[in-house]
């Protein structure tokens, strides 16, 4: 087991180095970030002295490898924008997206995998056809369609949840949470079921069509045979053997909400990293916007690595494989 995690961070290694290449590089031509810091008025001196200190006089290369540097240290230079330190912004913000991803995804998981169970058990239902329906929805529906209804309807039209923010929120140590407090509660519900909604009829579509081919398959009739009741057979046999797909699509999809709540967090003004690239990309902060890329391309690697995992935990025929293999 070691040497697979070693191997894989190795495979990682070169991946993070493509990925930070291709956003520095994709980022260092974009706009004049040393014009938006000066204003309108300042002389080529001062703009000379504010080039030098950034580094922007240097080669490509050597501002690359600077960065890299940095990076590896959890230090990604200073914000064109606000002047501070970039690794101290994304600290202020994570809290606020990592939280919004995690409801997100718990939702998108929980609520998925019983419509998905539900939905293959009892296929001819009405509740079957009418859950079907809506995935439909949710599937075709852009998220910031979705967050605008949600607004209209709980926060304009009955008045029940905050149409923005965060809510109040409380200090752990460096970490901030809204889980504390009732309004903090409250601003989460809108941001969270619009983030997950997609991932929610995504996981149940999967769930639906592994349960209908894992119950038509011999080892489920044998069950029966056995005179097993219909719970040990839908939940002890039948939906274990849906999980391997399940983790990798819920794996990769908790990638996809955090790195894609950019849309989410700009309808609803979430305080979050999306928030931050977005303000960031309208004047050029380029260490800002370099340092989310990267660290987005950080949690993909880290995710397939868990699936990766997971999969020995659920399924024993890969652990069974493995050791053939050795």
């Known amino acids: 087991m070691a040497a697979f995690i070693l191997s894989r961070i190795l495979q990682a290694i070169p ?5 930070a290449f ?9 706009g004049d970030p040393v014009a938006i810091m000066l204003g309108q008025d300042f002389t080529e001196a001062q703009r000379a002295a504010l080039v030098s200190s950034l580094g922007l006089d240097q080669p490509f290369f050597v501002q690359f490898a600077r960065f890299i540097g940095q990076a590896v240290q959890g230090e990604f230079g200073l914000s ?23 409801c997100a995804a718990g939702i998108a998981l929980v609520v998925g995998v019983a419509m998905g169970v539900y939905t293959g058990l009892y296929r001819n239902s009405w509740l079957s056809r009418a859950l079907l329906t809506f995935s439909l929805v949710g599937v075709s529906l852009p998220p910031f369609l979705i967050g605008i209804l949600l607004i209209l309807i709980f926060s304009v039209w009955l008045g029940w949840l905050p149409s923005f923010g965060r809510g109040e929120v409380v200090q752990l140590g460096w970490w901030s949470t809204g889980f504390l ?38 080892y489920i009739k044998f069950a029966r045979a056995r005179g097993l009741s219909n719970r040990a057979v839908h939940f002890g046999h039948a939906l274990k053997n849906t999980l391997v797909p399940v983790i990798t699509i819920a794996g990769l999809q908790l990638g996809g909400i955090i790195a894609f709540a950019i849309v989410t967090e700009t309808v609803f003004q979430w305080p979050g990293m999306g928030l931050l690239f977005i ?42 494989g493995r050791g053939r293999g050795h």
């Open 22 to 30: 291709i956003s520095f590089a994709m980022f260092t031509y974009v």
């Open 80 to 102: 064109y924008r606000l002047s501070r330190p970039v690794a101290e912004l994304i600290a202020e913000r994570a809290p606020a997206t990592l939280e919004l991803a995690f």
């Open 279 to 320: 303000q960031s990309v309208s004047v050029a902060d380029i260490p800002v916007m370099a340092a989310y890329l990267l660290l987005i391309a950080l949690v993909f690697v880290s995710i397939n690595l868990a699936v990766d995992l997971l999969y020995y935990a659920v399924d024993p025929r890969l652990r069974v």
């Open 15 to 19: 991946v993070m180095l493509v990925v």
């Open 181 to 218: 407090t009732w309004s903090g509660l409250k601003a989460l519900v809108l941001p969270s079921i619009t983030l997950g909604l997609f991932q929610l009829t995504l996981i149940m579509r999967l769930v639906r069509a592994e349960m209908l081919e894992v119950l038509r398959t011999d």
